[in-house]
C-alpha cells in the first residue's frame, strides 16, 4: 500500500514539474504568410464578434421558424377555495295526506286519521371549502397571420446572411491588414540587411584606404572622409533595427499576440510576376463577390421582408386550437373526487377595425428604411467601380516600378564595380567608390520599398475585387 501511494506521489510530481517547465516560455513562433493569416484569423477580437453575431442570428432563424408549426402545451392547476358549490340537506317538512270531508248539512267533519307525508328540505350553497385540480394539454396553430410570420421568418434567414457577409467582410479586412503588416516585416528585415551589408562594404573600403594611406599613396584627408562616412551609417543602422522591432511589433498587434512574444517571420521580398484580370473583368469580379456588397443586397430582401410584415396589420389573422383536460373537486360531493375529462376545439379570428393609423405608420417607416437600403447600395457600387480601378492603376504603377528600380540596382552594382576597378586602378579617387557605394544602397533599398508595394498593391487589388481567399 505504501509502496502504490509513493508511486502515485511521484507521478505527481513528474506532471507538476513539468507544467512548470512549459510554463517558462513557448519558444519563437515561426510565421510564413500563410500562417499569419491562420493566427489571426483565430485570434482577432473583431473576427470573433461577427462569429458570435453568425451565431446570434442561427438563434434568430430558429426562434422565428417556431412561429410557422404548431405549439402544443402542457399545463396543470391547483386551487383551494371556500366558495365551491354543496347541496345541504334539512329537516323534512310534514304535510297532510287525509283532508276532512263535508256531511250532508256541507258542515266539515274531522277525518277519522291524518297521514302525513315528510317533504325532504334541501339547499344548493356555496360555502364549502375544498381543493380544484386541472390537467390540460393544449395546442394552437396560426392558420393566417397576414403574412407575418412567413415574412418574418424570411427576414430572419436574411439577417443570418448578411451576418455571413459581413463575417467574410470582416475576415477580408483583418487579411488586407495582416498581408500589410506581413510585407512590412519582410521589407524592414531585408533593409536591415542592406544596410548592414552596405556597412560592411563600406568598412572594407574604409580598410583599404588605411592600408594605401600607410604605403603613401593617399592623404590622411581620405581616410577621414571615408570614417566619417562610414560613422554615418551607424545611425542607419540604428534606424533600420529600430523599424524592424516596430514591424514586428505590429504585426503582433494585428495577429493579437503578446508583444513579448518571439516571432520569426519566414519569407523574402523577392519578385514575382503576377498574373492579373483585366480592368473590366476585376469590375465584374466585385460586383459578384464583394460581401459588403452582398450584405446590402441581402439588406434590401430584408427590408423588403419588413414591409409585408408592416402591411400584414391590414389582414386578419385566424387560428385554431384545441385541448383536452381532466377536471377534479368543482362537482358537487361526492363527486368531487371524480376526475373529468373533457375537450375544446374551435378557430379564432380577428381584424384590427382601427388601430390610430399605427399600420400606416410601420408601413411608411419600413418602406423609407428599404429605400435608404437602396440608396446605399446603388452608392456603394459606384464606390466599388472607383476602388477597383484605383487599386488596379496602382498595381500597374508598382509593377512598372519594381521593373525600374530593378534596373537601377543592376546599373549602381555595375558602377560599384567599374568604380572599384578603377580606384585600384589610380584613375578615380576614393569619393567616387564612396558615390558608388551610396548610389548601390539607395538602389536596394528603393527596389526593396519598390517591391513592397508591388505585393501590397496586389492585396489592395484583391481586397478591392473581394476574392481574397481566407479559411
Not at 493569416?37 to 464578434?49: C, D, P, R, T, W
Not at 600607410?214 to 529600430?242: C, F, M, W
Not at 459588403?292 to 434590401?300: I, M, N, Y
Not at 385566424?318 to 373529468?340: E, M, S, T
Amino acid at each position: 500500500m505504501k509502496s502504490r501511494w509513493l508511486i502515485l506521489g511521484m507521478v505527481f510530481l513528474f506532471y507538476c514539474g513539468l507544467g512548470r517547465a512549459q510554463s517558462v516560455g513557448p519558444g519563437p513562433l515561426s510565421l510564413n504568410l500563410d500562417d499569419c493569416i491562420k493566427v489571426g484569423l483565430e485570434n482577432n477580437l473583431q473576427v470573433k464578434m461577427a462569429e458570435s453575431q453568425v451565431d446570434y442570428a442561427e438563434g434568430k432563424v430558429t426562434s422565428t421558424r417556431s412561429y410557422l408549426m404548431p405549439t402544443v402545451k402542457a399545463s396543470g392547476l391547483y386551487t383551494h377555495m371556500n366558495t365551491l358549490p354543496q347541496f345541504v340537506v334539512g329537516n323534512p317538512t310534514l304535510y297532510p295526506t287525509s283532508f276532512p270531508v263535508a256531511n250532508g248539512s256541507g258542515t266539515p267533519l274531522p277525518p277519522d286519521h291524518v297521514h302525513l307525508f315528510g317533504f325532504p328540505s334541501f339547499e344548493m350553497s356555496n360555502d364549502r371549502e375544498g381543493d380544484v385540480y386541472q390537467a390540460k394539454i393544449e395546442m394552437t396553430y396560426p392558420v393566417f397571420t397576414g403574412f407575418r410570420t412567413t415574412e418574418g421568418y424570411k427576414a430572419a434567414k436574411f439577417e443570418l446572411d448578411v451576418a455571413k457577409a459581413d463575417l467574410e467582410s470582416q475576415k477580408q479586412d483583418l487579411v488586407y491588414q495582416i498581408r500589410q503588416s506581413y510585407y512590412q516585416v519582410l521589407l524592414a528585415k531585408e533593409m536591415v540587411k542592406v544596410i548592414d551589408d552596405s556597412y560592411d562594404l563600406m568598412a572594407q573600403h574604409s580598410k583599404q584606404v588605411k592600408d594605401l594611406y600607410r604605403e603613401g599613396y593617399v592623404s590622411n584627408l581620405d581616410v577621414l572622409q571615408v570614417e566619417a562616412k562610414l560613422s554615418a551609417i551607424t545611425p542607419q543602422q540604428i534606424q533600420v533595427h529600430n523599424g524592424y522591432e516596430l514591424a514586428q511589433l505590429q504585426l503582433k498587434n494585428v495577429l493579437n499576440l503578446d508583444p513579448a512574444q518571439p516571432m520569426e517571420v519566414l519569407g523574402e521580398l523577392k519578385y514575382e510576376e503576377l498574373k492579373v484580370p483585366e480592368l473590366n473583368e476585376q469590375l465584374l469580379q466585385a460586383r459578384a463577390s464583394r460581401p459588403d456588397l452582398k450584405s446590402l443586397e441581402l439588406r434590401e430582401d430584408q427590408t423588403q421582408a419588413a414591409v409585408k410584415i408592416a402591411q400584414g396589420g391590414f389582414y386578419p389573422t385566424v387560428a385554431v386550437f384545441a385541448n383536452y383536460q381532466w377536471n377534479r373537486g368543482q362537482d358537487l360531493p361526492p363527486n368531487d373526487k371524480v376526475w373529468r375529462p373533457g375537450y375544446q376545439a374551435g378557430a379564432t379570428a380577428s381584424i384590427d377595425l382601427f388601430d390610430g393609423f399605427q399600420t400606416l405608420g410601420e408601413v411608411k417607416a419600413a418602406k423609407s428604411q428599404r429605400q435608404q437600403v437602396i440608396y446605399g447600395e446603388e452608392a456603394l457600387s459606384r464606390g466599388i467601380e472607383i476602388q477597383v480601378t484605383a487599386a488596379y492603376l496602382q498595381f500597374v504603377s508598382a509593377q512598372q516600378g519594381v521593373e525600374a528600380e530593378s534596373k537601377n540596382v543592376e546599373a549602381a552594382q555595375k558602377n560599384l564595380e567599374a568604380s572599384q576597378n578603377r580606384y585600384r586602378e589610380g584613375m578615380v579617387n576614393h569619393l567616387d567608390v564612396l558615390d558608388a557605394e551610396v548610389g548601390l544602397t539607395s538602389a536596394r533599398a528603393n527596389y526593396l520599398r519598390a517591391l513592397n508595394n508591388y505585393y501590397v498593391a496586389k492585396a489592395g487589388m484583391d481586397k478591392a475585387m473581394g476574392i481574397m481567399e481566407v479559411e
